[in-house]
C-alpha cells in the first residue's frame, strides 16, 4: 500500500489532472439556493462593472473552474492560490470538503491558462499565505502549516497544527485571513460572536489567551502568539501602507479603524475583557458608508454626522469584505495608499483616503472604485499582483451572513482589474517572477522597487533565508547603507524592517534610532524596543526619556502603546512624561492608550497613581484613576479619603474629574457606610444651584446615606417651577440609590409632563398593592411618554403583570399597545398562568420552528406578490405609514436616517433590499444569537424580573443591556441569575399588525429616503 502510494504522488506530479477531470470530480459543488436562481456568466458579469476611466474587468477564472472563493494569495512565482469555502452556509457543512487551487496564468493575458488542486481535505478553510516552505491556513479550531518544502505543488505531510483553540462556533465571525508584517510576523483577524482561547497545542488551556473580535499575530519561528487589538464587530480586510501602519475594514458599527497596537476599540455589543477600561476607541473613518441622519439638504461628507439621506451614494451599506492599500506602482498616484474594500449590500468597491490627523488617521470618502451592477456580486477579497494590476474575488451568491435561502455552491469568480492609461509599467516587474529563485543581495534590491509585492515578498524570503542559516553578511551590509544613505523615508523603513527581521541589529543600534530625524523611524524604533525581551529597564528609562520632548503626535501615540509592552512596574516613567502633553489631551485615542498602558500598575501602586492624578493635563486620566481607585472601597476605604482630600487642593475642573471617577465606581451601589471624613469634603462642592459638580457630589452623598442630601434632590424633584434637567437628574439619582418610602412621591409625579414617566418607571423598584391599579385607571388618558412606562411597570413582576393582563381583557389595553419585547418579559416570569392569559389575549409569544416558517411564507407571499390594479382590496404599501409603524414598533431599539435607539445595529446600512433578509431577523432573531448577545433572567431581592443583555460586571454591580435601556444592580440584590438562548430582540413583533401594517412597515425599511416632515408656512 505504501508503494502505490508513493507511486500516485509521482504520477500526480508527472501528470497534474486536467481542469476538466478535477471538475467533474468536485462533488462538494452542491447548490442549496431555489431551483432556477443563478447569476449571469461570469463574462456577463465582467462586461457589467463599472470602474473609472483607462480601467478595465476582465475575468481571469470563473465557474467552473472556481467555485466560492474565500480567500486567496499570490506566490512568490506570481501564481495565484485560491481556498474555495464550500463548508460555509450560514453555519458550516462538515459533510463537504473545502480545496485550495492554484491558478497561473503563464503567458501574462489576464486569464488563468493552468489549474490544479493543491489539497482538497479541508474544513471551514477563511484564509491563506504561503511562506517558510509550506502553506499556512486558517481552519477552525487551528492555524494549519501544510508543508510543501520542495515547491513541487502536492502537500509533504498532513498539515501541521501551529495554533489552536479558535472558536468553531463563531459562524461568519470565524477566524479568518492572514497576511505577512512588515516584522516578520504573521497577522489574522477574528469576529466577535464567539470567544476563543488560543495557543500552541501543547499549551494548557488555563496559560491560552482569550479573545474574540481582534487582530492577532504569530512570530513563525519564535513561535508566539498575542492579540495586537480589541474590539470592532467582524474584521475581514487588513493591510498597511507605506509606513508600515495597518488599517482593518470591520463590518455593521464602522468599516475602517487603524490599528494602535494594544488598543481597545468600540464594539458591536458587549464590553472589552477588562471591566476597567472605562471607555473604548472610536472609529478612523470619519464617515459611514450608509445615511446615518437623513438630511437631504446636508451633502458634506467630510463629518460622519452629516449626510444626504441618499444612502447608495454614501457607499451602499454596512458590510465590507477585503482591504487593500495599493502600492502596485502602476496605478495612477491618486491610487496610491489609498484603502480599498468590498461593500456586500452595495455591491460595489469603496474607497477612503487615509490622512494623518492629531496623534493617528483620520480616512475620508473617496468616489466609490467600482460598481458591479450585479446583485450576485459578493466580493471577498482584493490584492494587487506582481505586474500592478489588481485581483478581486467574487463569492457570488444572493445571500451573506444572516440568509437561510441557500447556497449557491457552483457558483464563484476571480476578475483581473487592469489599468490601461498612459502608464509605462515599472521596471522590473514579471508576469512570471522568480523570486524563490533569488540571492539575498537580489532580494536587498528589491526593496527599492515602486511595487511593494515585490518588497514584501522578498522580505519575507530574506526572514527565510536568515532562519535557514544563510549567510546574509553581504545582504545586512547593503541594507545598513540602504537604511544610512537612501533620502526617502519609506526605502529606510524597508531596510530596518528587513534588518529586524533577519536578526541583524542590536537593541543598542535600535535605540540610536529614537535620535533619528524621521518620526516614522524613531516610531519604529520604539515598536521593535517595545517587542524585544532584553533589558526592559533600559528600555523602559530610553522610551520615558524621549517622551518627554517627543515632537511627533504620532510617535507619542506609539510611545503610549508602547507601555503595555513593559513590565507595570516600569510603565510611570513613561506615563508621566506623555501626560504633560496637553496638546493630545483631546484625541480620541492617545489618552485612553495610555490609560490601557498604565491601569494595571495603579492597583499595584496607588501612590504613584493619585500623583500621576494630579500631575496629569489629561482629564480623563484623572477620572479613570479616580474611578479604579473608589472601587476599591470596600478593601481599601483611605482611597477615598485621599481622592477627596486631593480634590479640595485643586481647581474646578479638576475637581469634577475626581468627583465623576468616584461616582461612576459608586454607581449601582445602593449604600456604601461613609467615614466621618468623607461628608464634610463632599459636602464642600454642593451649591443650592445643580452644575455638574454640585450634582456628582450630591450623587455621591446619596450612595453615602446623606438623609439631607437625599431630602433635597425628592424637593427638587417635586419642584415644578425648578429646572426641568436638574429635576430629572435628582430623580434619577434617588431611583439609582434605591432610596426607601418614596412610593408617595414617585406617584403623585406619576402625571408630571417632565419626570413623569421616569417617575411610573420608577414604581417597578417598589411593590406596592395600591401601585397597579392606579397606573391602570389613568393609562387610558395618559399622554406623552406616560402610556409606554406604564406597560413597562405593570410587566415587571408577577403581581403586577396580573392586573395588566386583567386591562388586557377588559380592553382597557389593547394587544398593539404592548410591545412584543414587553410581551416576552412577561413570558420570563415564569407563571405558568400568566402565560396563558398572554396567549389567549396578545398571542403566541415563542413559535415552534414550524411555525416561524409558515410564518415566513405567509408574509413572503404578502410582501412579494404583485396584484393587478384592478383588485381594489389588495394591500398598497404607504412609506409614510410605515414610517408611524417603525417608530412604535422598531425604534425604541434601532436606528434608520439618524432617527432611534442604538441598542441593536443601525438598519440603514443593512440588507434591507432583501424581504429574505427582514423576515428572517423579524421572525426568528434569536436563530443566529452570538453568546455575547444572548440574554439573562435576573430574580431580584425586591421582586423584579429584570432580562437583558450582560454589559460590563466587575466586583460589585452588573450591568445589563435591556429592550430599552443600561441598567446597573448591585451584584448582592441579584437572586437568581438564569442565561436564556435567546436575543434582546424579541418574537412576535409582526403578531399584532394588520396585514396592511406590516405591508407599510416594509415599505419603509426598504425605502431609500427619510421621510420628511411637513414644511409649515407662517401665518
Known amino acids: 500500500m505504501c508503494r502505490f502510494h508513493h507511486l500516485f504522488l509521482i504520477l500526480a506530479v508527472l501528470h497534474p489532472l486536467s481542469a476538466k477531470s478535477q471538475i467533474a470530480s468536485n462533488i462538494n459543488a452542491i447548490n442549496t439556493q431555489a431551483a432556477g436562481e443563478h447569476p449571469p456568466t461570469p463574462?456577463?458579469?465582467?462586461?457589467?462593472?463599472?470602474?473609472?476611466?483607462?480601467?478595465?474587468?476582465?475575468?481571469?477564472?470563473?465557474?467552473?473552474?472556481?467555485?466560492?472563493?474565500?480567500?486567496?494569495?499570490?506566490?512568490?512565482?506570481?501564481?495565484?492560490?485560491?481556498?474555495?469555502?464550500?463548508?460555509?452556509?450560514?453555519?458550516?457543512?462538515?459533510?463537504?470538503?473545502?480545496?485550495?487551487?492554484?491558478?497561473?496564468?503563464?503567458?501574462?493575458?489576464?486569464?488563468?491558462?493552468?489549474?490544479?488542486?493543491?489539497?482538497?481535505?479541508?474544513?471551514?478553510?477563511?484564509?491563506?499565505?504561503?511562506?517558510?516552505?509550506?502553506?499556512?491556513?486558517?481552519?477552525?479550531?487551528?492555524?494549519?502549516?501544510?508543508?510543501?518544502?520542495?515547491?513541487?505543488?502536492?502537500?509533504?505531510?498532513?498539515?501541521?497544527?501551529?495554533?489552536?483553540?479558535?472558536?468553531?462556533?463563531?459562524?461568519?465571525?470565524?477566524?479568518?485571513?492572514?497576511?505577512?508584517?512588515?516584522?516578520?510576523?504573521?497577522?489574522?483577524?477574528?469576529?466577535?460572536?464567539?470567544?476563543?482561547?488560543?495557543?500552541?497545542?501543547?499549551?494548557?488551556?488555563?496559560?491560552?489567551?482569550?479573545?474574540?473580535?481582534?487582530?492577532?499575530?504569530?512570530?513563525?519561528?519564535?513561535?508566539?502568539?498575542?492579540?495586537?487589538?480589541?474590539?470592532?464587530?467582524?474584521?475581514?480586510?487588513?493591510?498597511?501602507?507605506?509606513?508600515?501602519?495597518?488599517?482593518?475594514?470591520?463590518?455593521?458599527?464602522?468599516?475602517?479603524?487603524?490599528?494602535?497596537?494594544?488598543?481597545?476599540?468600540?464594539?458591536?455589543?458587549?464590553?472589552?475583557?477588562?471591566?476597567?477600561?472605562?471607555?473604548?476607541?472610536?472609529?478612523?473613518?470619519?464617515?459611514?458608508?450608509?445615511?446615518?441622519?437623513?438630511?437631504?439638504?446636508?451633502?458634506?461628507?467630510?463629518?460622519?454626522?452629516?449626510?444626504?439621506?441618499?444612502?447608495?451614494?454614501?457607499?451602499?451599506?454596512?458590510?465590507?469584505?477585503?482591504?487593500?492599500?495599493?502600492?502596485?506602482?502602476?496605478?495612477?498616484?491618486?491610487?496610491?495608499?489609498?484603502?480599498?474594500?468590498?461593500?456586500?449590500?452595495?455591491?460595489?468597491?469603496?474607497?477612503?483616503?487615509?490622512?494623518?490627523?492629531?496623534?493617528?488617521?483620520?480616512?475620508?470618502?473617496?468616489?466609490?472604485?467600482?460598481?458591479?451592477?450585479?446583485?450576485?456580486?459578493?466580493?471577498?477579497?482584493?490584492?494587487?499582483?506582481?505586474?500592478?494590476?489588481?485581483?478581486?474575488?467574487?463569492?457570488?451568491?444572493?445571500?451573506?451572513?444572516?440568509?437561510?435561502?441557500?447556497?449557491?455552491?457552483?457558483?464563484?469568480?476571480?476578475?483581473?482589474?487592469?489599468?490601461?492609461?498612459?502608464?509605462?509599467?515599472?521596471?522590473?516587474?514579471?508576469?512570471?517572477?522568480?523570486?524563490?529563485?533569488?540571492?539575498?543581495?537580489?532580494?536587498?534590491?528589491?526593496?527599492?522597487?515602486?511595487?511593494?509585492?515585490?518588497?514584501?515578498?522578498?522580505?519575507?524570503?530574506?526572514?527565510?533565508?536568515?532562519?535557514?542559516?544563510?549567510?546574509?553578511?553581504?545582504?545586512?551590509?547593503?541594507?545598513?547603507?540602504?537604511?544610512?544613505?537612501h533620502p526617502k523615508t519609506t526605502r529606510k523603513l524597508r531596510a530596518l524592517w528587513c534588518l529586524a527581521s533577519i536578526n541583524a541589529v542590536s537593541n543598542v543600534w535600535v535605540i540610536r534610532q529614537l535620535g533619528h530625524p524621521d518620526e516614522h523611524v524613531r516610531l519604529w524604533a520604539v515598536q521593535l524596543l517595545a517587542q524585544s525581551t532584553e533589558d526592559p529597564s533600559t528600555i523602559a528609562e530610553e522610551l520615558a526619556s524621549i517622551a518627554v520632548d517627543e515632537p511627533s503626535p504620532l510617535v507619542r501615540l506609539y510611545l503610549a502603546s508602547a507601555m503595555q509592552k513593559l513590565p507595570p512596574y516600569l510603565r510611570w516613567g513613561l506615563a508621566t512624561a506623555l501626560v504633560q502633553h496637553s496638546q493630545d489631551a483631546d484625541d480620541p485615542a492617545q489618552p485612553l492608550m495610555i490609560w490601557y498602558g498604565i491601569e494595571p500598575a495603579v492597583s499595584l501602586n496607588p501612590s504613584r497613581a493619585l500623583a500621576l492624578a494630579k500631575s496629569t493635563l489629561f482629564p480623563i486620566i484623572r477620572r479613570h484613576v479616580s474611578r479604579l481607585l473608589a472601587s476599591k472601597i470596600d478593601k481599601s476605604p483611605e482611597h477615598i479619603t485621599k481622592l477627596l482630600q486631593a480634590a479640595s487642593q485643586t481647581n474646578t475642573t479638576a475637581v469634577q474629574d475626581y468627583l465623576h471617577g468616584i461616582a461612576a465606581a459608586l454607581r449601582g451601589r445602593r449604600k456604601i457606610a461613609a467615614l466621618p471624613a468623607w461628608l464634610p469634603l463632599i459636602k464642600q462642592h454642593q451649591t443650592p444651584q445643580s452644575n455638574p459638580r454640585s450634582d456628582l457630589a450630591s450623587e455621591i452623598l446619596v450612595v453615602f446615606g446623606d438623609g439631607r442630601t437625599i431630602e433635597s434632590l425628592l424637593e427638587t424633584a417635586r419642584n415644578r417651577e425648578a429646572d426641568p434637567t436638574a429635576r430629572r437628574q435628582a430623580l434619577r439619582v434617588i431611583l439609582d440609590s434605591g432610596a426607601d418610602g418614596i412610593e408617595k412621591t414617585l406617584l403623585s409625579l406619576r402625571s408630571d409632563r417632565i419626570i413623569g414617566a421616569e417617575a411610573i418607571r420608577g414604581l417597578a423598584q417598589y411593590p406596592a398593592a395600591n401601585v397597579p391599579r392606579q397606573l391602570i385607571n389613568m393609562y387610558p388618558n395618559a399622554k406623552h411618554d406616560h402610556r409606554p412606562a406604564i406597560i413597562y411597570t405593570l410587566a415587571s413582576r408577577p403581581s403586577y403583570a396580573t392586573h395588566l393582563l386583567d386591562a388586557l381583557a377588559e380592553g382597557t389595553v389593547t394587544p398593539s399597545d404592548i410591545p412584543a419585547g414587553t410581551a416576552s418579559r412577561i413570558a420570563n416570569l415564569g407563571d405558568p398562568k400568566l402565560n396563558e392569559r398572554l396567549a389567549q389575549h396578545w398571542g403566541s409569544v415563542r413559535a415552534t420552528s414550524a411555525e416561524k416558517e409558515r410564518s415566513i411564507q405567509h408574509y413572503r407571499s404578502l410582501l412579494t406578490s404583485v396584484p393587478p390594479k384592478s383588485d381594489t382590496s389588495a394591500f398598497r404599501p404607504n412609506v409614510i405609514s410605515g414610517h408611524k409603524v417603525f417608530q412604535k414598533s422598531c425604534a425604541n431599539c434601532h436606528r434608520m436616517f439618524g432617527e432611534g435607539s442604538e441598542i441593536g445595529p443601525d438598519l440603514t446600512g443593512s440588507n434591507r433590499d432583501s424581504v429574505e433578509y427582514l423576515l428572517d431577523n423579524i421572525i426568528d432573531p434569536s436563530r443566529i444569537v452570538p453568546r455575547g448577545m444572548r440574554q439573562v433572567l435576573l430574580l431580584l431581592d425586591d421582586g423584579r424580573i429584570i432580562t437583558g443583555v450582560p454589559i460590563r460586571e466587575d466586583d460589585h454591580t452588573l450591568t445589563i443591556q435591556t429592550a430599552d435601556r443600561l441598567k446597573t444592580f448591585e451584584i448582592i440584590a441579584v437572586q437568581r441569575r438564569e442565561q436564556q438562548e435567546t436575543s434582546l430582540m424579541p418574537e412576535g413583533l409582526l403578531e399584532n399588525l394588520s396585514s396592511q401594517e406590516v405591508v407599510d412597515l416594509f415599505a419603509f425599511l426598504q425605502s431609500s429616503l427619510p421621510i420628511r416632515k411637513p414644511l409649515t408656512t407662517a401665518k
Request: hydrophobic share 30%; aromatic share 12%.
Open 43 to 485: 463574462t456577463a458579469s465582467a462586461t457589467k462593472m463599472a470602474v473609472p476611466e483607462g480601467f478595465a474587468v476582465t475575468l481571469f477564472a470563473g465557474e467552473p473552474s472556481v467555485h466560492q472563493p474565500i480567500a486567496m494569495e499570490i506566490d512568490d512565482r506570481g501564481r495565484l492560490w485560491v481556498v474555495e469555502c464550500y463548508t460555509y452556509e450560514g453555519n458550516y457543512d462538515l459533510k463537504l470538503y473545502d480545496r485550495i487551487l492554484i491558478f497561473e496564468d503563464s503567458d501574462g493575458d489576464g486569464k488563468f491558462d493552468r489549474r490544479q488542486v493543491f489539497w482538497d481535505e479541508g474544513q471551514r478553510l477563511t484564509g491563506i499565505t504561503l511562506g517558510f516552505g509550506g502553506v499556512w491556513v486558517t481552519s477552525a479550531p487551528n492555524l494549519l502549516f501544510i508543508p510543501d518544502r520542495d515547491q513541487n505543488d502536492v502537500p509533504d505531510s498532513e498539515p501541521v497544527v501551529v495554533l489552536a483553540g479558535f472558536s468553531t462556533r463563531a459562524r461568519h465571525n470565524m477566524v479568518n485571513g492572514l497576511r505577512w508584517g512588515p516584522d516578520g510576523w504573521l497577522y489574522g483577524r477574528h469576529g466577535i460572536t464567539d470567544s476563543s482561547m488560543v495557543g500552541t497545542p501543547n499549551t494548557p488551556l488555563g496559560k491560552r489567551t482569550r479573545l474574540n473580535c481582534s487582530i492577532w499575530r504569530y512570530h513563525p519561528t519564535q513561535k508566539v502568539f498575542e492579540v495586537v487589538t480589541h474590539g470592532t464587530t467582524n474584521p475581514w480586510g487588513l493591510d498597511y501602507n507605506d509606513h508600515g501602519q495597518w488599517f482593518f475594514t470591520n463590518n455593521v458599527i464602522n468599516h475602517l479603524w487603524h490599528v494602535i497596537p494594544g488598543a481597545h476599540y468600540q464594539r458591536m455589543f458587549g464590553d472589552d475583557f477588562n471591566p476597567n477600561l472605562y471607555a473604548l476607541i472610536p472609529p478612523t473613518a470619519d464617515h459611514f458608508h450608509w445615511d446615518t441622519l437623513g438630511n437631504p439638504e446636508v451633502t458634506d461628507n467630510s463629518n460622519r454626522k452629516k449626510y444626504d439621506g441618499r444612502h447608495d451614494s454614501h457607499g451602499g451599506g454596512h458590510s465590507h469584505a477585503g482591504a487593500m492599500i495599493y502600492l502596485g506602482g502602476k496605478w495612477p498616484q491618486e491610487y496610491r495608499g489609498t484603502i480599498f474594500m468590498c461593500n456586500t449590500h452595495g455591491r460595489r468597491v469603496n474607497r477612503d483616503r487615509l490622512n494623518r490627523e492629531g496623534n493617528g488617521y483620520r480616512g475620508s470618502h473617496e468616489a466609490d472604485f467600482l460598481l458591479a451592477n450585479d446583485p450576485w456580486f459578493r466580493g471577498v477579497e482584493m490584492k494587487y499582483g506582481p505586474d500592478g494590476d489588481v485581483y478581486l474575488t467574487d463569492w457570488s451568491d444572493l445571500g451573506e451572513c444572516h440568509d437561510r435561502d441557500g447556497v449557491h455552491r457552483t457558483s464563484g469568480r476571480i476578475y483581473k482589474i487592469i489599468y490601461n492609461g498612459n502608464h509605462e509599467s515599472a521596471s522590473g516587474t514579471s508576469q512570471t517572477p522568480q523570486i524563490n529563485l533569488a540571492s539575498p543581495t537580489e532580494l536587498v534590491e528589491l526593496q527599492l522597487h515602486s511595487n511593494d509585492w515585490y518588497v514584501r515578498h522578498a522580505r519575507r524570503r530574506l526572514q527565510e533565508l536568515a532562519t535557514e542559516g544563510v549567510n546574509m553578511d553581504l545582504a545586512t551590509s547593503r541594507l545598513l547603507s540602504m537604511f544610512e544613505s
